[in-house]
């Protein structure tokens, strides 16, 4: 595993994931690397593949993730780039099955900052055929893809089974300002427009009282913490089909 960010819940899950499998893993600060000097991502690629049976990076850079799984012949799993993370959403789309059943023609509304892990959901909705609605400030808006943009938070919200939100800051993007995303702010009034058992989701790390309220998170509505453990139990099915895949004996 290779981190160039933070990470408690990729990292650990990934970690306690291959040794629940009987594998090993090791972690690798992408700093210390010779990536980060001179060395090609091609010669990188190629080395790591003779070492391990599958590699994960969390990197900024989506095209670098690109190239890396390119010039491998392991799995390259993404655990975050800036443009997507496709672990959390399996993780999300497991979570949500788990408290509501089939994920397919749930209403899932997102709220705050149009990201990487929105983007996601964004490529999850016409796999698994859920309704997905955007409501984000209005030069976030994305441009295409399955999701319906609806500007007012409150219309969003209505008859909602999972209402979702991150950061407003994403790593990488400190010093933002965040005061365009205080209307779409998860707060109780949001909560009491969608369905009386929807849930409330977050991949964390959480800005308290920020993208959601405390009072939201104190509620039966938030999953965020059988959200988190799911990432564990994802990993496990990720590193399992990659492996297969690879025609890797666990
Ligand atoms: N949700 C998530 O990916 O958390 P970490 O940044 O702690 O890995
Ligand atoms: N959007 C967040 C997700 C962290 C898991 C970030 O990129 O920092």
Known sequence: MVF??????TRMSFEVAMKQLGGHTIVMNAEEMQIT???SVDDTAKVLSRFVDAAMFRISSH????EIANCASIPIINGLTDHSHPCQIMADLMTIEEKLGAVKGKKIVWFGDYNNVARTFMQAAPVWDFELVISCPEDLRPSDGAARYVPDPKSAAENADVIVTDTWVSMGQEGKFIDKFMPYQVNEGLMALAKNDAIFMHCMPIHR???VTDEVLATQASVIYDEAENRLHAQKAILTWCLENAGVTI
């Open 209 to 211: 009282n920020q993208e």
């Open 37 to 39: 000097g001179a060395e």
């Open 4 to 9: 160039d960010k933070r990470s408690t819940r």
């Open 63 to 66: 095209e670098k993730l690109r």
